[in-house]
């Protein structure tokens, strides 16, 4: 036994480790980061979505068969994993409107929780304390008749608040692709959401029956988020030339703001 081993063509055996080694390689070490949407899982899949350029830190990097599809959940998991100390850090830096450091913050690892959870809560908010506002306006100027709950509300909140922090980001991120600017779609997506934070706490002050301080209150806080867009934003603007998309975005977050007002707390 010992001599039919000794026999054995070890160099066949010697010749074909490197190949073993290099396919592990393949599948253990895929060129992929957070900032790539959907992600890439490696040289076969494509590219994705580009992003700038940079380096892709340990928390950043994703194991191949982390993508299951667009529709299925567990493929967005890993934008989740933030703890509550970098999402509070993310909030009050969107209170900042004027700082434009929140993509050097969320560096290799943008998240959607700012799109997802902080647009939930602006829907319930402005839903409930737009009622509620309605209610106070109602029994102000007409105590006597009665007033119903308004369900269309919720409606009018979700397809609104969803429609724009997912249709606009990604509006912005085609446009600057075309126009020769590099540009990250999930990061767009993580600034547009986190910047809707200061429109719910603005909510809470719209429901005060004073029509004159609710214009205010709406024109502060809607200067407020979309100058915290623009200012972010502003790093993609590479050339005076496409100042306009700056002021597209200001615009744009500004007639978000003043729809709620209308809509919600006329």
């Not at 957070?34 to 892709?56: E, H, K, V």
């Not at 002050?205 to 867009?229: D, H, K, N, Q, Y």
Request: with cysteine.
């Amino acid at each position: 036994m010992d001599e039919s081993y000794s026999n054995f063509p070890t160099s066949h055996l010697i010749g074909s480790v490197p190949a073993v080694v290099t396919e592990e390689k393949s599948t253990t070490n895929p060129q992929a980061n957070l900032q790539i949407f959907p992600p890439n899982s490696g040289a076969s899949t494509g590219s994705g979505y580009q992003t700038l350029g940079g380096t892709s830190e340990a928390n950043g990097q994703q194991s191949a068969n982390t993508w299951k599809g667009v529709f299925s959940v567990s493929s967005y998991t890993q934008y989740f994993n933030v703890d509550e100390d970098i999402v509070m850090n993310r909030l009050m830096s969107s209170l900042n409107p004027l700082s434009g450091d929140f993509f050097s913050k969320i560096d290799a690892n943008p998240d959607l929780y700012g799109l997802v959870w902080v647009s939930a809560t602006l829907i319930f908010v402005i839903s409930s304390l737009g009622n509620c506002a309605t209610y106070l306006m109602h029994k102000r100027s007409d105590s006597s008749s009665s007033w119903s709950f308004d369900v269309n509300y919720v409606n009018v909140a979700a397809s609104s608040v969803y429609g724009y922090a997912l249709l606009v980001p990604m509006g912005f991120y085609f446009l600057l692709q075309y126009l020769g600017s590099s540009a990250s779609l999930i990061r767009f997506w993580c600034l547009w959401g986190y910047s809707l934070f200061v429109l719910t706490l603005s909510s809470f002050l719209l429901v005060i029956p004073i029509e004159f301080l609710r214009w205010t209150i709406t024109l502060l806080a809607g200067a407020a988020s979309a100058s915290f867009v623009a200012a972010n934003l502003k790093m993609y603007i590479q050339s005076n030339d496409l100042t306009i998309v700056l002021v597209a975005a200001f615009v744009l977050q500004m007639g978000l703001t003043i729809f709620i007002k209308m809509w919600f707390f006329s």
